[in-house]
């Protein structure tokens, strides 16, 4: 479908409304911003898109004043890790709807992984979809592929990507198979104090497998995919970024051993992060016993240890950031035979419910670090600026409401697809409005 | 007759013994039928079974095409080679033409793990799993299950002994939920690299030694092997495989006792068992096949709800 990009002016999500940033206040507003300690209830005043001030409005103030006593307010939300699937699969998502999705679910930047077809490997598709998003309270930051085509053979033009702003390299969806591939992508790499970040799986050990291995693939009958397969390649690429001192970043790490290597390599000073995602966090492998393919994801759902691992890896800071990993997927694509099921599911629109109702609420993580882990963390791994809720900065702010009860409704989401096990979940907390780029969309009160 | 109604036999995972025994019992009723000069019921004279064989079985169809004309039942049969389902038709159209040709009853073999369970969740049809990949096969357990009933007339505290390629095994996987529910002791034998993980989980030991097993057991069920899993790494050669787990008269003299033996068919006569043993005494192999059309007519009747007693 060649159509012309007859794209008009983003409207924001249905059951939202824009306001100007030229004069607005959020009155007594609950401002957390872990990265400078503050945690206070105020007035924050927005001009022009950039925060004037935090303290009380005065009496006879004319600008807009949106009711924050419910709200808590924290920098905007940045998700590391999504599939927006343009160019080549715009059936799944566009940057369009994948911003839409963002936007709803609170986050104010998005970094779509570069398994498109063509493959994003230069700076000429980077600019396209960065362009895309304009309009838009919500900033694109592609991560460009390490290899060619993501082809796992020849480098991609890294400097020139550095260049046009691209810091971390990725060929998600699949793993950079040859050691010596990956330890002069992270030589390289390094040269620009960029990151590579690694889908690590070691494919011999995984070829077929569409669950983890144990117990409940053992009476289910299906192929397994070992914890092992993740721990060998994590092992390998800490190795490798030891002994090249470059920056890696392991991608959704899903099991115990998984994050005892990183502990280890943090302990020993070596330069490497992780993200863990919401699914990982909350959902594990008995749940495929329907053999509903929602549940079916790369890497897949592991055991009830591996999620509680998880969970305290996520608290004690040794994983540094919740990323969704958001894989949408059309209905007939998934709704096939089980091991013929494309892998992945959509997590945009439902992270920080998910986060704050399953490990927030539970005392399992505290409300600063869930904010630090989806904010701050990820931008320091993207080499992004920092995002300070401060006068005199830029207003890039996620509203959300802490006590908000609500229930996932896949027909209701702004993502193209619908592909989600957390359907018809009560909720706990919603993100009800993003403001960045001096935009401002903020959900209708119910 | 006919008290326990359900409404597809997805597999023998979390199925009572109260409702296994009841379909032994059928199974015993429709057995005497097989052995009357015209061995045909009315039962389910009326009712549309529709044979889905994703994934060729002459065997397992045939038996259940049989089952469903000794019970008067209309018939119609999609294979994969035959009909549109090689044809870049999802599973996802065929349960809706299901729907849509509002059929009573689907019997559904395929190589893909959880397919009947698809099925069962879109369609109004009773769903029968004759076969999911590698997942389970209930009527083949149940078939096995009558076979070893009949031949020591109680099924508790019995010793069983399951031989060869557990992790690619429906019948395996079949077989174990279904003893271990009737209280029957499960242990399993083969090469470690066809056990799949964790196998203990679901109450059963594993040996590696077959005259071990062989001591151990009252029954040995003797599973197929497929030259595949030499391609694959998993064992070296079949003759190697023969070597420490084929079933040879010399194994069953070493031990002593009487064993049964049974083997789901179709056998590779001279690897995974000699002829000798096959056809030799304590076998009950060609039982199985009997007792596998009477199976699947008490499954058949059970499931359909009718009410007509069988006499
Ligand atoms: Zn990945």
């Not at chain 1, 309009?135 to 053979?153: D, M, N, Q, S, Y």
């Not at chain 1, 669950?211 to 070992?226: D, I, N």
């Not at chain 1, 694509?333 to 986060?355: N, Q, S, Y």
């Not at chain 2, 799993?129 to 076979?147: K, R, Y």
Request: aromatic share 4%.
């Amino acid at each position: 479908m060649n159509k012309i990009n007859t794209q008009t002016q983003p409207q924001p999500p249905k059951g939202w409304r824009s306001y100007s940033s030229d004069k607005l206040a959020l009155r007594n507003v609950l401002l957390i911003d872990p990265a400078q300690n503050l945690k206070k209830r105020a007035d924050l005043i927005i001009e022009n898109g950039i925060i004037q001030q935090i303290g009380e409005i005065t009496d006879g103030w004319d600008g807009e004043i949106i009711d924050g006593s419910k709200l808590i307010a924290c920098p905007g939300l940045f998700d590391m890790h999504v599939h927006l699937r343009e160019p080549g699969y715009e059936h799944k998502e566009t940057i369009y709807s994948g911003c839409h999705a963002a936007a709803s679910g609170g986050f104010t930047g998005v970094a779509p992984m570069p398994n498109t077809d063509p493959a994003i490997d230069n700076p000429g598709l980077v600019n396209i979809l960065r362009e895309k998003a304009v309009g838009f309270p919500v900033e694109v930051h592609p991560i460009a592929a390490i290899t060619l085509g993501r082809k796992g053979k020849n480098l991609s033009e890294i400097g020139e990507l550095v260049d046009t702003g691209v810091m971390v390299f990725s060929d998600d969806g699949s793993p950079i198979v040859i050691a010596d591939l990956m330890r002069r992508a992270l030589e390289y790499t390094n040269m620009f104090g960029a990151t590579i970040s690694e889908h690590s799986e070691d494919a011999s050990l995984t070829m077929g497998g569409v669950m983890h291995e144990g117990a409940v693939s053992t009476r289910l009958g299906l192929p397994g995919w070992p914890g092992i397969g993740e721990e060998i390649a994590i092992d390998r690429n800490v190795r490798l970024a030891e002994f090249t001192g470059g920056k890696l970043h392991i991608a959704h790490i899903s099991t115990a051993a998984s994050l005892e290597i990183i502990r280890r390599a943090k302990k020993n000073g070596i330069n490497v992060t992780a993200e863990v995602t919401p699914h990982h966090l909350t959902l594990d492998c008995s749940l495929l016993d329907g053999f509903d393919s929602n549940y079916k994801v790369n890497p897949p759902l592991r055991t009830k240890e591996d999620v509680i691992a998880l969970q305290e890896g996520l608290a004690d800071g040794s994983i540094d950031v919740i990323a969704t990993d958001h894989a949408p997927h059309a209905p007939d694509e998934k709704e096939v035979e089980f091991i013929k099921a494309p892998f992945g599911m959509i997590g945009l629109e439902t992270a920080l419910g998910i986060i704050h109702s399953k490990l927030v609420l539970t005392g399992k993580l505290t409300i600063e670090r869930m904010i630090e882990a989806m904010t701050s963390a990820p931008r320091k791994v993207m080499g992004l600026s920092d995002v300070s809720i401060k006068a005199g900065e830029t207003a890039n702010l996620t509203l959300f409401n802490p006590d908000e009860k609500w229930r996932v409704d896949r027909d209701l989401f702004n993502s193209k697809s619908k592909n989600t096990p957390f359907h018809g979940m009560e909720l706990t907390g919603r993100a009800v409005g993003v403001i960045n780029r001096g935009l401002v969309w903020i959900k209708d009160e119910k | 007759m006919n008290k326990i109604r359900f409404n597809h036999l997805l597999g023998l995972e979390g199925l009572s013994s109260e409702v296994i025994t009841e379909i032994l019992d059928s199974a015993e009723a429709f057995l005497k039928v097989l052995s009357r000069p015209i061995p045909r019921v009315p039962s389910l004279r009326g009712v549309t079974v529709a044979n889905l064989f994703f994934e060729s079985s002459t065997r397992t169809r045939i038996s259940f095409e049989l089952a469903e004309k000794r019970l008067s039942a209309d018939v119609v049969n999609f294979t994969a080679s035959s009909s549109s389902m090689n044809k870049g038709e999802t599973i996802l159209d065929t349960a809706r033409n299901i729907e849509a040709m509002k059929v009573d009853v689907v019997v559904i073999r395929h190589f893909a793990q959880g397919s009947p369970h698809f099925l069962a969740d879109r369609v109004n049809a009773a769903v029968i799993n004759a076969g999911d990949g590698s997942h389970e096969h209930p009527t083949q357990a149940l078939l096995d299950i009558m076979t070893i009933r009949r031949k020591t007339g109680d099924l508790k505290g019995l010793k069983v002994l399951i031989l060869g390629d557990i992790a690619h095994s429906r019948v395996a996987r079949s077989n174990i939920y279904g003893l271990l529910t009737m209280g029957v002791n499960v242990k399993i034998c083969g090469p470690s690299t066809l056990i799949p993980r964790e196998i203990e989980s679901m109450g059963i030991e594993v040996t590696h030694d077959l005259e071990e097993g062989l001591d151990w057991c009252d029954v040995v069920n003797v599973l197929r092997i497929q030259l595949e899993r030499q391609n694959e790494g998993l064992i070296p050669s079949l003759r190697e495989y023969q070597r420490s787990f084929g079933l040879t008269r010399n194994h069953l003299e070493r031990v002593g006792g009487e064993k049964i033996i049974m083997h789901p068919g179709p056998m590779n006569r001279g690897v995974e068992i000699d002829s000798d043993v096959a056809d030799g005494p304590g076998s009950v192999i060609l039982s199985q096949v009997t007792h596998g059309v009477a199976v699947r007519m008490a499954v058949l009747y059970l499931i359909s709800g009718r009410e007509q007693s069988i006499e």
